[in-house]
Each structure stands twice: as structure tokens, then as C-alpha cells.
């Protein structure tokens, strides 16, 4: 699901991701891992992680 931080309405999104290590796996898609993302504004369906974001 992502949220918009200017109150729109949220919406489903799928991502696919490759990982160094299965402990750094494990911990970005734990259920409820939050990741911030960037979503495209002229296209919607472009969303991608924000790795300079990440804890």
C-alpha cells in the first residue's frame, strides 16, 4: 500500500527487489516493514524505493 504524504488517496503497489544478503532480505520485508518510496507525479504506477531514505 502506499501512502501519499499530501493526504490523497492511498494505493496498491507491487515492487520487486534484489538484496545482498538474506538477513537484509529479511529485514525489509518483515509484515509491517514501512519503505519509503518515490513515486513518479506524471506517472503514477512508477514507484520506486528510496534507498537514500532507508534506516
Known amino acids: 500500500?502506499?501512502?501519499?504524504?499530501n493526504g490523497g488517496p492511498?494505493?496498491?503497489a507491487?515492487?520487486?527487489m534484489s538484496f545482498s544478503s538474506?538477513?537484509?532480505r529479511e529485514s525489509r520485508?518483515?509484515?509491517g516493514v514501512?519503505?519509503?518510496v518515490l513515486v513518479d507525479p506524471d506517472?503514477?504506477?512508477r514507484i520506486i524505493v528510496d534507498v537514500a531514505h532507508l534506516s
Open 1 to 5: 500500500m502506499v501512502n501519499y504524504l
Open 10 to 12: 492511498g494505493s496498491e
Open 14 to 16: 507491487v515492487t520487486r
Open 22 to 24: 538474506p538477513s537484509r
Open 29 to 31: 520485508t518483515a509484515v
Open 34 to 36: 514501512e519503505l519509503p
Open 43 to 45: 506517472n503514477r504506477k
